[in-house]
């Protein structure tokens, strides 16, 4: 693949992060620029004011070109929210001449038969992520091009959205001056940070907990097999703080970054905080273990509802793995030792990693799906096979024009 520079656009609960790379050929992602902007106007990755998340979505962007010395013109952009649902389908081709090889192409055609599915009239596929193929009754291919076969399958993992939700993302998006190349799901994305390839292999389950929402993704030998998306998050956290010490918001989210611990008991009992509270005297002494058992708490009904949905889909015994936390919330103090005794498995905390550049804010589990979306559409182009593709009302201008966008994502100003 020859080098570039891209850009991406991860819109999530509590900010709006705008990551500039450049790819280099035999080298890691190389980070250009950052910009990071709070999220007004979004609520768990939706728009809720399209004014003021388009006005954030700019904020991010203009600081990435002014750290980058890039102008943006068009952006890879990450989605999450509760809308984002996952389901597994087949497709199947005919090889016509079976003295000919398969192609990239009969791979793109079975990909696209895999869509062919019955869903509502106002969901949009997103994504279809090959699992793995079947060539003439022979299991669990990775990448049959070149083969020769008469029937290709694939078994693949279709991730769908509602459309109206997309459409407003990307008016947002493109209300702030930047052209949208693809939607990307950030569950997905921050998988493709934090997780190594042996971890996918023998089986994990990736828990990206963001401020609103809980992102989830199950690999079991080497590929997806579920995705689901909980409504709770670290908001929920600051939110039960503010009810348990009776405190403003901003106070108990300070409380949760700097004092906060998933295991009381790890915590000094004498120990106390000063803290911002309601009230006449404005400011007063909290025990830190009080403020260690109302996040332990909401930690391990996160931890139950994770475990809780993987069961769903897989047992326990094939997660070799375990879990990889990722997200805001998985910075909290304790909370990798918290997850393993609620869930059982080995539970590590997952960070972006294999890039060069301006790495020290990136290097952050707040930060995997924003670094993810960059590098899930490198990946992408790299394979020469879109599994993303941008829904059709995103598409504006004539066909010179869509095309144009693909050749160059950032000009130089």
Same mark, same amino acid.
């Given at each position: 693949?020859?080098?570039?520079?891209?850009?991406?656009?991860?819109?999530?609960?509590?900010?709006?992060?705008?990551?500039?790379?450049?790819?280099?050929?035999?080298?890691?992602?190389?980070?250009?620029?950052?910009?990071?902007?709070?999220?007004?106007?979004?609520?768990?990755?939706?728009?809720?004011?399209?004014?003021?998340?388009?006005? %954030?979505?700019? @904020?991010?962007? !203009?600081?990435? &070109? +002014?750290?980058? #010395?890039?102008?943006?013109?068009?952006?890879?952009? *990450?989605?999450?929210?509760?809308?984002?649902?996952?389901?597994?389908?087949?497709?199947?081709?005919?090889?016509?001449?079976?003295?000919?090889?398969?192609?990239?192409?009969?791979?793109?055609?079975?990909?696209?038969?895999?869509?062919?599915?019955?869903?509502?009239?106002?969901?949009?596929?997103?994504?279809?992520?090959?699992?793995?193929?079947?060539?003439?009754?022979?299991?669990?291919?990775?990448?049959?091009?070149?083969?020769?076969?008469?029937?290709?399958?694939?078994?693949?993992?279709?991730?769908?959205?509602?459309?109206?939700?997309?459409?407003?993302?990307?008016?947002?998006?493109?209300?702030?001056?930047?052209?949208?190349?693809?939607?990307?799901?950030?569950?997905?994305? %921050?998988?493709? @940070?934090?997780? !190594?390839?042996? &971890? +996918?292999?023998? #089986?994990?389950?990736?828990?990206?907990?963001?401020? *609103?929402?809980?992102?989830?993704?199950?690999?079991?030998?080497?590929?997806?097999?579920?995705?689901?998306?909980?409504?709770?998050?670290?908001?929920?956290?600051?939110?039960?703080?503010?009810?348990?010490?009776?405190?403003?918001?901003?106070?108990?989210?300070?409380?949760?970054?700097?004092?906060?611990?998933?295991?009381?008991?790890?915590?000094?009992?004498?120990?106390?905080?000063?803290?911002?509270?309601?009230?006449?005297?404005?400011?007063?002494?909290?025990?830190?273990?009080?403020?260690?058992?109302?996040?332990?708490?909401?930690?391990?009904?996160?931890?139950?509802?994770?475990?809780?949905?993987?069961?769903?889909?897989?047992?326990?015994?094939?997660?070799?793995?375990?879990?990889?936390?990722?997200?805001?919330?998985?910075?909290?103090?304790?909370?990798?030792?918290?997850?393993?005794?609620?869930?059982?498995?080995?539970?590590?905390?997952?960070?972006?990693?294999?890039?060069?550049?301006?790495?020290?804010?990136?290097?952050?589990?707040?930060?995997?799906?924003?670094?993810?979306?960059?590098?899930?559409?490198?990946?992408?182009?790299?394979?020469?096979?879109?599994?993303?593709?941008?829904?059709?009302?995103?598409?504006?201008?004539?066909?010179?024009?869509?095309?144009?966008?693909?050749?160059?994502?950032?000009?130089?100003?």
């Amino acid at each position: 693949m020859k080098g570039g520079v891209f850009a991406s656009i991860d819109i999530g609960t509590t900010k709006v992060c705008t990551v500039v790379g450049e790819v280099v050929a035999e080298q890691p992602l190389r980070i250009l620029g950052v910009g990071i902007a709070a999220a007004n106007g979004l609520n768990r990755g939706m728009v809720e004011n399209l004014r003021d998340a388009s006005e %954030s979505v700019r @904020a991010s962007v !203009e600081q990435a &070109e +002014r750290s980058s #010395g890039t102008r943006i013109l068009s952006a890879h952009v *990450g989605l999450a929210g509760p809308h984002i649902s996952g389901q597994n389908n087949r497709g199947i081709v005919a090889i016509p001449d079976r003295d000919v090889p398969i192609s990239q192409d009969d791979v793109n055609r079975v990909l696209d038969g895999a869509r062919v599915i019955s869903i509502p009239t106002n969901r949009e596929i997103m994504h279809a992520v090959p699992r793995y193929y079947i060539v003439d009754g022979q299991d669990h291919v990775t990448d049959p091009v070149g083969m020769y076969g008469q029937r290709l399958d694939a078994e693949t993992h279709l991730i769908s959205g509602l459309t109206t939700v997309l459409q407003n993302a990307t008016k947002c998006v493109e209300s702030a001056g930047v052209q949208v190349e693809t939607l990307i799901v950030s569950s997905l994305a %921050s998988a493709e @940070a934090v997780l !190594e390839t042996e &971890e +996918r292999r023998q #089986g994990v389950v990736l828990a990206d907990i963001g401020g *609103g929402t809980t992102d989830i993704v199950v690999f079991t030998e080497g590929s997806v097999c579920h995705t689901a998306v909980l409504p709770v998050g670290g908001n929920h956290i600051t939110r039960d703080l503010v009810i348990g010490l009776r405190c403003p918001y901003q106070s108990a989210e300070d409380a949760k970054a700097l004092y906060g611990h998933a295991i009381p008991s790890e915590i000094d009992a004498e120990e106390t905080v000063e803290l911002d509270v309601f009230g006449a005297e404005g400011r007063k002494s909290v025990e830190r273990r009080r403020i260690a058992e109302i996040a332990q708490a909401r930690v391990e009904e996160i931890c139950e509802m994770v475990i809780r949905e993987v069961r769903r889909a897989v047992h326990d015994d094939i997660l070799s793995a375990g879990m990889v936390l990722t997200g805001g919330t998985a910075n909290l103090a304790g909370i990798a030792l918290a997850a393993e005794q609620v869930t059982g498995l080995p539970v590590r905390v997952g960070a972006p990693h294999g890039l060069q550049g301006l790495i020290d804010t990136l290097s952050d589990p707040a930060y995997a799906s924003s670094v993810g979306v960059l590098q899930w559409a490198v990946r992408e182009l790299e394979s020469g096979v879109w599994q993303t593709q941008r829904p059709a009302f995103a598409f504006t201008g004539d066909l010179w024009q869509r095309l144009t966008r693909f050749v160059r994502v950032l000009l130089p100003e």
